[in-house]
């Protein structure tokens, strides 16, 4: 069955990034749900990874709704397999036509394989506090930026941070979060 | 919460008063000032005139031939009654954290207001022809927000003309506002969301608009009692979130409503859908005319568009006259399976493999399947599936405490967040009636395999 409702440069990308986190999230025997894939993909954009996904900043974090559809289109399709049994969570895998799709928009995604690489691993295990944690750092960072002369620092996000999360997180695991984000440029 | 002393909108110069009038089926009389109307003036705006709200929608509801450019003004209004309910209430609240942001030091409410019109009034003015039909092909699957955001910051385009009449970076703000992405602060997310968020001017005007041209009573929700009812709450990241007082729940509710109805009944019509896929082939076989930049999207408009389509349509000699005929000549393919609208992804794959199998029995006849998937809400309710990406939209009682109100709305929960469905079509002629019968028994069938 050859691919009716994917074929678009987005979709062979969201599925090559999907197919590259599952080796990880294997590795860690974790899941790679909806939730994870939309954070790689918002830290991949502001990396400079070429898409056109448009993500949208709010208190819960950065979300693109148009990730959420190519997903659907992609299992639809077979390029992707949504392997949770309970049916409020996803756990995505690659699917049997993953390679017919990502086959033709190779010459695209190839020169940001590293980047690819490098971001996924920066975010795993793909926990909800991490996911927590990142989403939160990037509001303030971006607070901060807008304030007049602002210059946002680790020392003023992470403070901000911990006054307002408390003691949920620890302060080094944080400072660590918060020097990856910077590593995969994050805060473009 | 209600500690404010009631506000005046506040004008930023003379030439901002709203000294103009224009007429509006919904909203009686849209005033507007000297220096708006430069902008509204301007061959890229006026453009809009050209372009129709629901593109071929026309040819299932023959009223729904009104554009852009009214809808545009309609937003315009209705993001600023808006604004003045919340300053009137919040007026301190949002100075403070305006005033924060680089840029808004001076007069923070009255450039704040200032923005929020110019970013309604400007928020689709990057629409190709047919609006969001045509999308995916044309500007390189750009989609009009990407465009919308170049001709406003564009110096050359609409960028120099703000920049002249509201000062330096007012267009660089302005497309901020309108993408409503990470490089807005989030101090000034509030107006992003006045414009487009789950209580906003933009769906408001074309619910309302699109019924009223359509002659259906699907979209019609008293907008008016919601703008009354609005009101803001701090995030626990300091933060300014669109809330709702308690007495606005009905008509949020039939806001959702109206979403769900438009959506179903008109919106994604079962033949609407299929005259998009026609002129989404109909630009496919374009060449080199489709217009793949900027510059040509902007060059191009429904009337242009459409004119071609005309005189394609006479024409045998290309691919593009196929799908010109089928426009012009109003000649559909016929319907033969419809999944229903809640349908799985399961059921969507199913429906792929039954195109493909299809396909394999009548090799002569062509098939067509559309998928559409659009969003109805993204709130916080009991049967949400994944939090993260939803809104948690407050419900503010009496004594300022807030309550999430997709868990308080006993209707809420019950509107599903999407809808999803796959409609298969096939060309047989109006004299195919017996084959057309046949076919559908067998998609039919293959459906229950």
């Keep these: 069955m050859g691919l009716l409702l994917t074929g678009t440069?987005?979709?062979?990308?969201?599925?090559?990034?999907?197919?590259?986190?599952?080796?990880?999230?294997?590795?860690?025997?974790?899941?790679?749900?909806?939730?994870?894939?939309?954070?790689?993909?918002y830290f991949l954009n502001n990396a400079g990874v070429p898409m056109r996904?448009?993500?949208?900043?709010?208190?819960?974090?950065?979300?693109?709704?148009?990730?959420?559809?190519?997903?659907?289109?992609?299992?639809?399709?077979?390029?992707?397999?949504?392997q949770?049994?309970?049916?409020?969570?996803?756990?995505?895998?690659?699917?049997?036509?993953?390679?017919?799709?990502?086959?033709?928009?190779?010459?695209?995604?190839?020169?940001?394989?590293?980047?690819?690489?490098?971001?996924?691993?920066?975010?795993?295990?793909?926990?909800?506090?991490?996911?927590?944690?990142?989403a939160t750092l990037d509001y303030i960072y971006r607070e901060q930026l807008a304030i007049r002369n602002g210059n946002p620092t680790k020392e003023s996000v992470i403070a901000k941070f911990m006054k307002i999360k408390g003691d949920k997180f620890q302060q080094q695991d944080i400072e660590r979060l918060y020097d990856a984000m910077c590593a995969s440029k994050a805060f473009n | 919460m209600h500690s404010d002393l009631f506000r005046q909108p506040e004008f930023l110069t003379e030439d901002d008063h709203p000294i103009h009038r224009v007429r509006c089926p919904i909203h009686g009389f849209i005033h507007y000032s000297g220096n708006e109307r430069k902008i509204i003036d301007h061959p890229l705006f006026r453009r809009l005139r050209y372009i129709r709200q629901l593109a071929l929608t026309e040819l299932v509801y023959p009223g729904a031939s009104h554009t852009r450019f009214e809808h545009s003004l309609g937003v315009m209004e209705i993001a600023t009654k808006l604004f003045d309910t919340l300053a009137a209430r919040y007026g301190s609240l949002m100075e403070d954290k305006f005033r924060t942001v680089a840029g808004f030091e001076d007069r923070p409410m009255g450039k704040a207001r200032?923005?929020?019109?110019?970013?309604?009034?400007?928020?689709?003015?990057?629409?190709?022809?047919?609006?969001?039909?045509?999308?995916?092909?044309?500007?390189?699957?750009?989609?009009?927000?990407v465009l919308t955001c170049q001709?406003?910051?564009?110096?050359?385009?609409?960028?120099?003309?703000?920049?002249?009449?509201?000062?330096?970076?007012?267009?660089?703000?302005?497309?901020?506002?309108?993408?409503?992405?990470?490089?807005?602060?989030?101090?000034?997310?509030?107006?992003?969301a006045l414009v487009s968020g789950e209580m906003d001017a933009d769906r408001t005007d074309y619910l309302i608009r699109d019924s009223l041209h359509c002659g259906v009573e699907y979209g019609h929700f008293d907008y008016k009692r919601m703008i009354e009812s609005i009101a803001l709450c701090e995030n626990d990241l300091g933060g300014?979130?669109?809330?709702?007082?308690?007495?606005?729940?009905?008509?949020?509710?039939?806001?959702?409503?109206?979403?769900y109805q438009m959506n179903t009944q008109v919106y994604y019509h079962r033949l609407r859908q299929l005259y998009d896929e026609y002129l989404i082939r109909y630009h496919q076989a374009l060449g080199e005319d489709i217009p793949d930049t900027p510059e040509k999207v902007i060059a191009q408009n429904d009337v242009?568009?459409?004119?071609?389509?005309?005189?394609?349509?006479?024409?045998?000699?290309?691919?593009?006259?196929?799908?010109?005929?089928?426009?012009?000549?109003?000649?559909?393919?016929?319907?033969?399976y419809d999944s229903g609208f809640n349908a799985t992804v399961k059921d969507i794959k199913k429906s792929n493999n039954m195109f493909g199998d299809l396909q394999r029995r009548y090799p002569d006849r062509q098939f067509i399947i559309t998928v559409p998937s659009p969003r109805i809400h993204s709130l916080l309710t009991p049967n949400s599936e994944e939090n993260e990406k939803l809104v948690d939209l407050q419900l503010i009682d009496r004594d300022g405490k807030g309550q999430s109100l997709g868990f308080e709305s006993r209707i809420l929960g019950k509107v599903p967040e999407t809808f999803r469905c796959a409609l298969i079509f096939v060309n047989v002629g109006e004299d195919e009636q017996t084959l057309r019968d046949e076919i559908a028994r067998t998609a039919k069938s293959l459906s229950k395999e």
């Design chain 2, 240 to 259: 300014l979130d669109i809330a709702l007082n308690r007495d606005g729940i009905h008509t949020f509710e039939a806001l959702i409503l109206a979403r």
């Design chain 2, 151 to 192: 001709i406003v910051a564009n110096e050359d385009l609409l960028g120099g003309l703000l920049n002249r009449l509201y000062g330096e970076e007012t267009a660089a703000f302005i497309a901020r506002i309108i993408r409503g992405e990470k490089n807005l602060a989030p101090q000034l997310a509030l107006l992003h």
């Design chain 2, 304 to 336: 242009t568009m459409l004119a071609r389509m005309i005189q394609e349509a006479q024409t045998n000699s290309s691919e593009r006259s196929i799908w010109a005929k089928r426009i012009i000549n109003r000649d559909h393919h016929r319907l033969i």
């Design chain 1, 84 to 134: 949770s049994t309970k049916p409020k969570y996803s756990d995505y895998a690659p699917g049997e036509a993953l390679d017919e799709l990502v086959t033709l928009h190779r010459q695209a995604i190839e020169p940001w394989r590293e980047t690819i690489e490098n971001a996924i691993r920066n975010l795993a295990p793909f926990d909800a506090d991490i996911m927590e944690a990142t």
């Design chain 1, 53 to 82: 996904y448009r993500f949208v900043i709010h208190h819960f974090g950065p979300f693109c709704e148009q990730i959420l559809s190519d997903s659907e289109l992609l299992i639809a399709d077979s390029v992707i397999e949504d």
């Design chain 1, 9 to 41: 440069q987005d979709q062979a990308l969201l599925a090559f990034v999907i197919s590259e986190a599952r080796k990880v999230a294997d590795q860690h025997r974790s899941y790679l749900g909806r939730t994870a894939v939309q954070k790689i993909m």
């Design chain 2, 114 to 145: 200032q923005y929020v019109r110019l970013a309604a009034l400007l928020h689709d003015i990057g629409h190709a022809s047919f609006s969001h039909a045509v999308e995916k092909v044309v500007n390189q699957g750009g989609g009009h927000e």
